[in-house]
Each structure stands twice: as C-alpha cells, then as structure tokens.
C-alpha cells in the first residue's frame, strides 16, 4: 500500500464524502439485514419485505447530491435514499412493523414509506407509477421558477410499464427537471432481463424520447456520484430530464420469502465479487489511508445504532383499532 | 340578464378559481391551444399562459401522475380527461395513488379531474359511459355530478377548494341543453349537499345527473294522473347526503331510484341498501331500481334509446310503486 498522506492528495474523492457513502452504504445494508434475516424470520415483521442488497450505491451516489428542496421518488429498493433525507433507522423500524408512529401510522408496510416534510414521495406497489409522478413534481417546481429537481428511482422491469414511457415522454416534451435512476439489476421478480425486453440496455429505450442518457457501474458508488452530478447539473440549468442506468444486481431474494432459484449460480458468484461496500472500501484503502479496524468500527457503531432502534421500535404501540377510518378525507 | 349554460358555467367557475389563486392550473389533451375538446378551457390559455394551461401528450396515466405529483408539490391541478371513458388509463394513478395518499402518509391531494360523461348524444360505447361507480367505491375519492348550471359553477368551484381528490363528472348532453340566470358574485356549491328539486308528498325520485331532468318531466307527467312526486338531486355520489336521502324516503315513503348508469352495481343498489337499513319501517312499497340495463352503450339511436331510461319508464314505474 502507498503512504497514506500522498495517496490522499491524489484521491480524488476526500475522505470524508467517502465516509459518507460508506456510512448510509452500510447503515442500509445492516438495517435491511435486520429486517429481513432477524426481524421477519422472528415474525416480528410481517408482510413483504424486500431489499436492495447489493444496490445501495445508488440511492447512496445519488440522494446525497439532493437539497432540501428536492424531491425524491425511491423505489422499494433504495432505503439509503430515505436515510440521507434524515428518515430515522427508528421510523423506518416502525414501519416494517406496523407500529403506530410509524411513517404511514401502520397503515401501509415495508417500504411503501415517505415522509413530507422531507421531500421523499412514498412508493404504492404499482411497479412505475412514480414516474408520471415525478413528472408532476417536477413541473410544480418549474411553475415556481425553482431550481430543484427530483430524484426517480425505479427498475429495468418498471421500463415496460406504460406510466413509464407515458412518464419519460411528458418528461422530455415539458422539458422538466428530472434526473431517473434506473437500477437495471438483471431481474423483475424472477423475470431476467432478456425477457423483459429485446435490448440489453434501458437506455436505448430513452433515446426514443429524447432524452440525453449514459450507463454506470451501479455497484460503484463513485461512478454514480459523478453521473448523478451532472444529472443534477443538467436538471437544475433547465435542459431537462437525464437519466442514468445503473448495471447492477439483486443480492437477495425479491423479497425475503423468495430464494430466488432461477438466479445461475454463476451469475450470483461473479456479481459477489463485485459488493458495492466491498468496492469503495478497496478504495479507500488504496487512496485514502483506511483500514480494515476503521470498516470494523463503523460497522460496530452502525450495528448499536440498529439495536437501539430496533429496541425502541418494539416498544412502539401497534394503531388503535378506532383510528380505522380516520383519515380517509380531509377534516370537515 | 343573460342566461349561462352548463359548460360556460363550469369555464367561468374554473376561470375563477384561477383568478382566485394561482397554484390552480389545468392540464389534459388539447386544453390549451385548441381550448379542450368541449371548450371548457377556452381563451385561457391567452389569459393565464402557457405554464397554467398545459397540453400533454396522450396520456391519462401521465397525466393522473403529474397531476398527483403537483398537488404533492403545492399546486392545485384541474385535469381534463377527454371523455370520461378514458379514465380507465389512468386508473392506478387514481385509486391506488391519489386515492391513497393521504390514509398513508398524511398527504393532500388538492386536484380535480374532470371528465366529460353519459350518454344521449349518440356517442356508442367509448364517448357515453357512466363511470362513477368504480370511483364511488374507491375510498379517498370524491365524486359529483351537477345536474343544472348553477350546480356546475358552484361544485367546480367547491372541488378546486377542496382538499381531496375529486371526480368531477360533466354530463354532456347537460353541456349546452340547461342553462339559467346566475348569480354575479362568486358562490360554491358544498360538496356532499343533495338538494330537492321538486317539493311532492306521494313518491320521492332519488337521482342525479342528466336524469334529475327526466325525473323533474316524469314529475311533471304524474302530477297531471294526481300523483305528488318529490325530486331528490344528489349531485355528490360521495359523500352521499344521507340525511337527504333518509329525510325524503321518510317524507313519502315510497322511492324510486334512477340513474343513468347501468343496474348491476350501480349507485341504486347503495341507495336502497340506505334507505331499507335506516328508514325500512317508513316504507309503504318496495325500493324501484330503474337504470340502464346491463349492457354497454349502444350506439345506434333506436339502441341508445332503449338503452337509457326515459321519462316514460319512469312515470310507468310511479305509477305502478303509488298502487301500493
Ligand atoms: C403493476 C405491477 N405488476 C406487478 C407487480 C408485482 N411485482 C412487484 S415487484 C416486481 C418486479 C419489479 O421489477 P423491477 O422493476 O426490475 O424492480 P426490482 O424489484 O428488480 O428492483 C413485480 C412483478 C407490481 N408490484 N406492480
Ligand atoms: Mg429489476
């Protein structure tokens, strides 16, 4: 390994962006973790539980780029992207398990969860819905002049939706501030990719709406970073929607019932190798004088967090029976 | 003074509105330029610019989507379906996002959906639909239907203000057949009111739509055989006025219900299911369903006439429920 100090002149991400990434990266891989191996398998939670294991540079590379007033469209697998809006692992415990305080007072599971005040749209199950949605969005903030975009997320499986190219076309022809975050991780469910569609990249499907497009290693949360930034950039001067593919893979099961038998072992194998926590930390042992003691720290301080909220959320009382139709309407 | 119609009512109410406020706006298919397939939006487009009066690619999904999303983001979007046939296109984006938003996480949904519905103009079965009852049963939803122009500006009015979802169901051959004198002030109709037509005392007609007009010659008609018959105008399918309904079923204790929609789980069904369960010891005859038939809309004149209830049918049917 090269000196620290002179690799750290040469990164050309600092140490501290790259905390960052690692923090949210890790917080979202071990919370997950939780949920869906410990919590569910112990039945404390219930109903479906997915995870975007293998995939959190993408909503980490990106949602960390979002202001205040942005918005932001996660699918049910980028948690990170909650996280870096300041949704707590405690809500969102809360949540998964039903509980009265949390993020949809148990009235909706798993991550079909958002919150207002912090610009994060809740998904519904209707796979490609948010993309007319951040349409919408989008177009609220060009009515007001402002310069904030939205955040979209959604998979290669969503591509075949017709809100999906109902939504990119209105995108690209209103000329609104978006930048899609397509994680194209080779399965809808059990559905491969060469099932989904005749092309091997989403992107191609974009260039039919005009809409300027590039494709990124989506286990590299550095590559994301940088294409998201020039998204946002691109976004926020008012030259429209920009969308970037993230080539990446489902570590997991599509959700935590399914052992997801029609993945080749070999394809399972070869993308082990490529785990995005794995791949920014090589690299900043390589550029940025960490070791593996300081992954073992974050880790241990990430794991205490997770118990503590996880101990809190069990506390939380489950919703009383006679809110059941609270709600529905606004107050008289 | 000068006499409005229903569609110039609805136009002056959402211009109004947009007056009044300018987060309203409106978007759909052809609204801007061309002034809407009805010419609901007419000249707005020269008054309020082309980033509140906004043509979009054909695309109802797209465009329940954005509207929603808008309304997230703090504007109050009135949404032009062409026909409400299609609305089923956007269906997802109505009952399973707009719907749903605020019973999830606390959300509004300010936006109105308008959409042009029912039959009589020769439309066959894609420009003739009556489409509520999907959208009845859809909790979060609100659904009206004025019947008279007054009724059009007012609840337009009221549906822009509100802070729910509402299904805005335009009856077009109401479009240009009734007009009246309205007021010059700015006034709404509350969403959730049913108003009585026609004061009678032997049957109640519960209705809403273009077949308040048919009720109200029906009426007309029976009165001349001695038969006192009261008009009921729902003009909100949800929240129903089931005090209305309650009140007018005790008052005569015998009711008709009419609509233009087809018998199979339509709006009549509910009704009944009110009025036996609440007022079942006030009834003198049997619950008289009387609709279209369980078909699709049919286009050729002699079909569509048999297809929607007609004035006759309906005198038929009080006469008949009176000999009880
Ligand atoms: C409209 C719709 N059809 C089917 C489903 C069931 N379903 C849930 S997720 C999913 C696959 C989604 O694939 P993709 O868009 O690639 O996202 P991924 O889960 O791979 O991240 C399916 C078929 C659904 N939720 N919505
Ligand atoms: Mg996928």
């Keep these: 390994m090269s000196t620290p100090a002179v690799a750290h002149l040469q990164a050309k991400f600092d140490r501290d962006l790259c905390e960052r990434f690692h923090y949210y990266m890790l917080l979202m891989r071990e919370l997950e973790d939780r949920i869906e191996n410990k919590l569910y398998r112990q039945g404390k939670v219930v109903g479906g539980c997915y995870t975007g294991r293998g995939q959190e540079a993408i909503p980490v590379g990106s949602a960390i780029l979002s202001r205040p007033g942005d918005w932001l469209t996660p699918s049910h697998r980028d948690m990170a992207a909650l996280l870096i809006r300041g949704i707590t692992p405690e809500e969102i415990l809360a949540q998964y398990m039903g509980r009265a305080t949390g993020l949809t007072k148990g009235r909706d599971g798993n991550m079909h969860m958002g919150c207002a005040e912090r610009h994060c749209v809740p998904i519904i199950s209707s796979i490609g819905a948010s993309i007319p949605i951040a349409g919408g969005l989008a177009f609220a903030m060009r009515y007001r002049g402002e310069s904030n975009v939205v955040f979209n997320y959604s998979g290669d499986g969503a591509s075949s939706r017709g809100d999906w190219h109902e939504g990119l076309n209105m995108a690209a022809v209103m000329n609104l501030p978006i930048v899609y975050l397509c994680n194209n991780n080779l399965f809808a469910y059990s559905t491969p990719l060469d099932k989904q569609m005749k092309i091997a990249d989403i992107a191609d499907r974009v260039a039919g709406y005009g809409i300027p497009s590039e494709i990124v290693n989506g286990n590299d949360v550095l590559a994301i970073y940088e294409a998201s930034k020039r998204g946002v950039e691109h976004a926020r001067a008012g030259k429209g929607p920009y969308f970037i593919e993230c080539k990446t893979f489902r570590m997991s099961g599509h959700s935590a019932h399914d052992p997801a038998d029609y993945v080749p072992n070999q394809v399972r194998e070869e993308w082990s190798r490529k785990d995005p926590i794995l791949m920014l930390q090589k690299y900043m042992v390589e550029n940025l004088g960490a070791d593996e003691q300081d992954f073992v720290d974050m880790r241990k301080r990430v794991l205490d967090k997770i118990s503590d909220a996880v101990e809190w959320a069990l506390e939380q009382p489950f919703p009383d029976p006679a809110t059941l139709e609270d709600d529905v309407y606004a107050p008289a | ?324």
Excluded at chain 2, 207 to 234: K, R
């Design chain 2, 1 to 324: 003074m000068a006499e409005t119609t229903y569609v110039e009512a609805i136009r002056q109410g959402i211009w109004e509105e947009m007056e009044r406020d300018d987060t309203v706006f409106v978007m759909g298919e052809d609204v801007a330029v061309y002034g809407g397939a009805f010419k609901i939006t007419k000249g707005m487009l020269e008054r309020f610019g082309e980033l509140r009066v906004v043509d979009t690619p054909l695309a109802e999904s797209g465009i329940v989507g954005a509207g929603t999303g808008a309304a997230i983001n703090g504007l109050r979007p009135i949404l032009e379906m062409q026909f409400a046939d299609f609305m089923a296109c956007g269906f997802d984006q109505i009952t399973n996002f707009a719907a749903k938003c605020r019973y999830r996480w606390g959300q509004a949904i300010p936006m109105v959906i308008r959409a042009p519905a029912g039959g009589n103009i020769h439309g066959g079965p894609f420009h003739s639909q009556n489409v509520e009852m999907p959208y009845v049963h859809t909790p979060g939803l609100k659904v009206v239907q004025p019947s008279t122009a007054y009724d059009a500006k007012g609840l337009i009015k009221a549906a822009v203000r509100d802070d729910d979802p509402v299904i805005f169901l335009e009856h077009k051959y109401l479009y240009r057949s009734v007009k009246e004198e309205l007021p010059t002030q700015d006034y709404t109709v509350p969403i959730g009111e049913a108003g009585v037509r026609r004061e009678g005392s032997d049957i109640s007609i519960i209705t809403y739509g273009w077949m308040v007009h048919v009720a109200l010659e029906a009426a007309e008609n029976a009165a001349e055989e001695g038969i006192s018959v009261e008009v009921l105008d729902l003009r909100t399918l949800v929240p129903l006025d089931r005090q209305a309904i309650l009140d007018t079923a005790k008052k005569t204790n015998k009711v008709v219900l009419l609509h233009e929609d087809t018998l199979t789980g339509g709006l009549g069904g509910e009704l009944a299911g009110i009025i036996s369960e609440y007022a079942f010891d006030y009834l003198d005859g049997p619950l008289v369903r009387i609709a279209a038939p369980d078909t699709p809309v049919p286009f050729s004149e002699t079909l569509e006439r048999a297809f929607l209830p007609s004035v006759e049918d309906v005198v038929a049917k009080v006469r008949w429920l009176h000999r009880f």
